[in-house]
């Protein structure tokens, strides 16, 4: 982090573990002060849940943050080898205060593929923070599909 970037005083201060000098900083990868990973320090887990129209609590951010496992090169790479959204029906969900995957994509790979769509003022956790929208959801896609 830049000085002036969101994060905690320490983050901004505390020089980093890749390149840079005194002279020049670099982006901290370590909050010394909390110990933990400079993502998840205080002031940018407090100012992303109060841009966020989510109940998540910073605490429950923070774990998912530092638990979360990297994407796989792969997922970009790895074809497909059958689309099933050209044979099977299929519903999406967009958050459209996702901050993560931006909701513009999502609606138009949803309509593209033909998708039944529903949106909700929700960020990427959605399955937290509105997890009746998303079992209404599941709900009408199998009563849709149930023979």
């Known amino acids: 982090m830049t000085p002036g970037a969101a994060g905690c005083a320490s983050c901004r201060t505390a020089p980093s573990s890749g390149a840079g000098s005194a002279d020049t900083p670099s ?43 990297p994407l796989a090169a792969r997922a970009f790479t790895e074809a497909a080898t059958v689309a099933a959204w050209r044979t099977k029906p299929s519903w999406g969900l967009v958050a459209s205060a996702d901050r993560t995957i931006n909701p513009e994509v999502e609606r138009y790979g949803y ?37």
């Open 27 to 69: 982006t901290p990868t370590w909050c010394p002060r909390r110990g933990a990973p400079a993502s998840v320090c205080e002031a940018p887990r407090a100012s992303a849940s109060a841009r966020s129209p989510d109940p998540v609590t910073p605490g429950l951010a923070a774990v998912l943050a530092v638990s979360q496992r």
């Open 111 to 147: 309509e593209r593929a033909g998708m039944v769509t529903v949106e909700v003022d929700s960020s990427h956790l959605v399955m937290l923070s509105r997890p009746r929208a998303v079992v209404e959801l599941i709900q009408d896609a199998v009563q849709a599909t149930a023979h």
